[in-house]
Nanobody, 115 residues
Framework: QVQLEESGGGLAEPGGSLRLSCAAS????????MAWYRQAPGKQRELVVE????????YAAAVRGRFTFSVDNANKDTWHLQMNNLKPEDSGVYFC????????WGRGTQVTVSG
């Protein structure tokens, strides 16, 4: 059974940093498409960043230059989201996503940016 588990959420001050991680388990083949989404209260889930099958990384305009997606050097089924210069509008539940034949979602981790 494929599972995705996020970690690293929490509380940060504006201008601060957090690093999220997503660990996938139960895979036979690694994901060919990975992403981070977020959902703020009362809003739709939105794409933050995606790594596509051809290894292109696409960032949402709101986070470009502040957030960085990476795949773990030691485990390609783990990926990270380094979030710098956080803003209050970055607050929400962050979900990791993977696709390999079908879509898989983590349960989400809360990020709160408040000063």
């Amino acid at each position: 059974q494929v599972q995705l588990e996020e970690s690293g959420g929490g509380l940060a001050e504006p201008g601060g940093s957090l690093r999220l991680s997503c660990a996938a388990s139960g895979l036979i083949f690694s994901f060919n498409h990975m992403a981070w989404y977020r959902q703020a209260p009362g809003k739709q889930r939105e794409l933050v960043v995606e790594r596509t099958r051809d290894r292109t990384t696409n960032y949402a305009a709101a986070v470009r230059g502040r957030f960085t997606f990476s795949v773990d050097n030691a485990n390609k089924d783990t990926w990270h989201l380094q979030m710098n210069n956080l803003k209050p509008e970055d607050s929400g539940v962050y979900f990791c996503f993977g696709r390999q034949g079908r879509d898989y979602w983590g349960r989400g981790t809360q990020v709160t940016v408040s000063g």
